[in-house]
């Protein structure tokens, strides 16, 4: 079963920031929270991962409470070719075995 | 750098035939995580193999699927005498090692879309 809540579908102007949230309330000290998303139907692309610190790369930023119990994606500028579903999936250094839910369906709107 | 390649991206079989999936994890990576999409279904996890390994079966069918990960070449996923129930998009994912943190993230290939008619 899932551990994340996120949802269902979300849409967002284009040039705006998306903002997607994620609940994982039973999240463990040693778990972190990944974001994939999966444009059309692709395989799933990484975006970005996190412990407890915020985190940003070239694509997102990742904004994790401090209690860990929920998270947000952050894309600053989101484009037409950001339309897609987004996976957050939450596991320790050693969980290989990803659990995807239904992930919030992205429409980015010009 | 080439990522995870999978070959054929598209397989058509007829009921009682086998299939037969590739995936070649990226370069440096050897764990290799094969998953299957249903339409209009999130990804579930199947089997993770390492190098002439099976570490991990516990998500695949007790019939007709098989895996492996040779010394050389490719990771195979095998599914014999296929039904049109095993119809869906299957995505192998590769990582550079596990257990260290945050190392082990999982690079998706493009994925094999099995038609069984």
């Known amino acids: 079963d899932a551990k994340t809540t996120q949802p269902t579908s979300m849409d967002c102007a284009e040039g705006r920031a998306a903002n997607l949230p994620c609940n994982h309330s039973?999240?463990?000290?040693?778990?972190?929270v990944y974001w994939y998303r999966q444009i059309h139907s692709q395989g799933p692309q990484y975006i970005i991962h996190?412990?407890?610190n915020n985190e940003t790369n070239e694509m997102a930023s990742l904004i994790i409470t401090e209690d860990r119990k929920s998270s947000t994606l952050i894309l600053p500028h989101a484009t037409l070719r950001d339309t897609a579903v987004y996976y957050c999936?939450?596991?320790?250094?050693?969980?290989?075995?990803?659990?995807f839910g239904t992930g919030t369906r992205l429409k980015v709107l010009a | 750098n080439a990522g995870v390649m999978q070959n054929p991206r598209h397989l058509v079989r007829r009921r009682g035939q086998e299939a037969r999936l590739r995936c070649s994890p990226m370069?440096?990576?050897?764990?290799v995580y094969w998953y299957r999409q249903l339409p209009e279904e999130g990804l579930k996890f199947m089997v993770y193999?390492?190098?002439?390994?099976?570490?991990?079966e516990s998500g695949m069918p007790k019939e007709r699927f098989s895996a492996e990960f040779p010394k050389e070449g490719p990771s195979i996923l095998r599914i014999q005498q296929v039904v049109r129930g095993d119809s869906a998009a299957y995505f192998c994912?590769?990582?550079?090692?596990?257990?260290?943190?945050?190392?082990?993230?999982?690079?998706f290939g493009p994925g094999t879309r099995l038609t069984v008619l």
């Open positions: 994912a590769s990582s550079p090692s596990s257990g260290r943190a945050g190392a082990d993230t999982q690079y």
């Open positions: 039973t999240i463990s000290g040693n778990e972190y």
């Open positions: 996190g412990l407890k």
């Open positions: 999936i939450v596991g320790t250094s050693g969980t290989y075995k990803y659990i």
């Open positions: 370069k440096g990576h050897s764990h």
């Open positions: 193999l390492q190098k002439e390994n099976i570490i991990d």
